[in-house]
């Protein structure tokens, strides 16, 4: 079944000799809407478009009340019908075959003039965003070229890298008796180049080529003799001609040229890789942008006349579907009871004024007939890839706000956490009291990440009671070398302050200190000693350890002041 979907309101009537496979849409709007949805997620696109896409650059198709083939006819009343100067056998007559050549020339300069129209602006924004698998032209105009897409006919390889034979078709023999292995001297062949974005299936009119020599020349070179209704000579027959005359050799004959388009009736000289290219694209390449093959058919503009484009849209037609079904069957589905029916997809769009007939030809071949003019549609597709290019900026600059934002965050948090804590104050008592620091601080360079945790420099305090002056070393806390590091642990901070003086008692019994581990001097070591210190769990409420100054120095063990010094320096309240 094909739903005919009309562009315009009052088209949405099916004539009566419509087949019955055509049906009307209940929902034109919405369903053109699918339609053209369609065309922008597509993947691989392949299209092939006719004449009618070229009207609204100003050149005549063929087949309309006003086409080519009935001015023609209304100019050249000799002529049965305009598509006799389209056939082979006008090289039959001097009278067609002039009339051929001026017509040729006219042609050639509209299209020269011609400017691209809004469809041939949607193929290349297609091929822009990598989705154009291939566009199969039957126009002659080349105003795909005019708009950047790659165009022309690729050669085969094997035409490419056959070697040339000398003599007569015989590559030379190597000697029987030469026990050697043959020595191959030619390079080894170029990658072929990319096949053109654009294939033209009936030639073009940008060249001439020779119909004895087979080489081609641009067609502006000899317009004016494609004007006049003279076909031009062929430059490298005569060149060669004239060697010929100066060697004693005799004539072969010099080509006349003739434009490269396919005439009704007559082999396409390039038809062997233009084939070529189309089993390509219905199989997949193993690389580049078709390797799955097309996943939309696009046909726009053509009446489907032409056997070998006729041939060439039903290949694809059933490609797609065929890989279309494969790829539904492969998904997953729910086995539960679904209330929403899905529609069915779209893969064969026709975009044309009139259904191609017969008819009967065409059922099951398109899923959709858009009924309307091929710039209307193309209008449509470029808003929807307007709308999508928004809708995608919009996302970018959404995304880039919220990465502008968690960077600004994470500036400030790195900023408040480099900012260097102040340095904790000694106890204050009644006593006064002097810091002065050891040395110059450290020229370590400190990273950033790790200003957040650059430790004090120690200072010495001294203070005076009594009239006995003790000094106080202040050894800032440490942190942990690194958050990963694990056999590394926090040193809290530490006061030591210098032992009073000897000789005033013993130490009372309520002020003794704790036993201590053997790993580590005992309280009595330290009985002329007074250390104050935090632990990690609570840097911020000191524990105070005091010796009275009455003790009894005798009844304490004596160590040298060396180890002692050491012992005060390496021990720690926590």
Avoid at 322 to 348: L, N
Avoid at 370 to 388: I, M, N, R, S
Avoid at 512 to 533: K, V
Wanted: proline share 10%.
């Amino acid at each position: 079944m094909t739903v005919l979907l009309p562009l315009e309101e009052d088209q949405n009537s099916l004539n009566s000799g419509y087949p019955s496979f055509l049906k009307s849409s209940c929902q034109p709007s919405e369903d053109i809407s699918r339609v053209v949805k369609a065309v922008v997620k597509a993947r691989s696109i392949a299209v092939v478009c006719g004449a009618g896409i070229s009207v609204g650059a100003g050149i005549p198709d063929f087949r309309s009340s006003d086409g080519l083939f009935q001015s023609l006819k209304r100019d050249n009343p000799f002529l049965s019908s305009g598509k006799d100067l389209f056939d082979a056998s006008v090289f039959n007559s001097e009278q067609t075959l002039s009339l051929f050549y001026r017509m040729i020339a006219h042609l050639s300069e509209i299209s020269g003039t011609a400017s691209p129209t809004p469809f041939h602006t949607l193929l290349r924004s297609l091929d822009d965003r990598r989705s154009l698998l291939r566009v199969y032209t039957q126009n002659i105009d080349a105003l795909e070229s005019k708009t950047g897409i790659s165009f022309g006919v690729p050669e085969i390889e094997d035409k490419r890298y056959k070697p040339r034979s000398r003599g007569k078709g015989k590559a030379p023999a190597l000697p029987a008796d030469s026990g050697s292995d043959p020595v191959y001297t030619s390079r080894l062949p170029s990658p072929p180049p990319e096949t053109p974005r654009c294939i033209p299936l009936h030639g073009t009119l940008k060249s001439l080529h020779c119909q004895t020599c087979t080489h081609s020349f641009p067609l502006t070179d000899h317009l004016s003799s494609l004007s006049a209704g003279v076909p031009p000579y062929c430059p490298e027959c005569a060149a060669l001609e004239e060697t010929r005359q100066l060697v004693g050799k005799r004539s072969r004959g010099v080509g006349k040229l003739r434009p490269s388009v396919v005439l009704y009736n007559e082999d396409h000289k390039d038809g062997e890789e233009v084939g070529e290219v189309v089993r390509k694209d219905l199989m997949g390449n193993s690389k580049g942008r078709g390797r799955n093959g097309a996943d939309l058919l696009l046909v726009v503009g053509t009446s489907l006349r032409v056997p070998g484009t006729k041939r060439i849209v039903r290949e694809f037609s059933k490609a797609v579907r065929s890989r279309a079904s494969s790829r539904i069957s492969a998904k997953v589905t729910d086995p539960g009871p679904s209330t929403r029916t899905e529609d069915p997809p779209i893969q064969t769009i026709y975009v044309n004024l009139d259904f191609p007939v017969p008819s009967r030809e065409w059922e099951g071949v398109f899923d959709v007939w858009v009924k309307g003019d091929a710039q209307e549609f193309a209008d449509l597709v470029h808003k929807e890839l307007l709308k999508e290019k928004l809708a995608q900026q919009a996302i970018r600059d959404r995304k880039r706000k919220r990465e502008e934002a968690l960077r600004a965050a994470t500036q400030a948090s790195t900023d408040s956490s480099a900012k260097p804590a102040p340095p904790k104050k000694c106890k204050p008592s009644s006593s006064a009291s002097v810091d002065v620091p050891l040395g110059p601080p450290s020229r370590r360079k400190v990273s950033p990440s790790s200003q957040s945790s650059t430790r004090q420099s120690p200072a010495v305090v001294t203070r005076k009671v009594n009239g006995e002056i003790s000094i106080i070393l202040r050894i800032p806390p440490r942190p942990p070398v690194s958050p990963i590091a694990i056999r590394t642990r926090a040193v809290p901070e530490v006061y030591i302050t210098t032992p009073a003086p000897p000789g005033r008692g013993k130490i009372p019994k309520k002020l003794q200190l704790p036993p201590t581990p053997a790993s580590t001097p005992s309280a009595q070591d330290m009985g002329r000693t007074r250390i104050t210190g935090t632990n990690n769990s609570e840097m911020s409420r000191p524990v105070e350890r005091e010796v009275d100054r009455d003790d009894d120095v005798d009844s304490l063990p004596m160590l040298p002041r060396t180890l002692r010094r050491a012992q005060l320096g390496l021990r720690s309240t926590s």
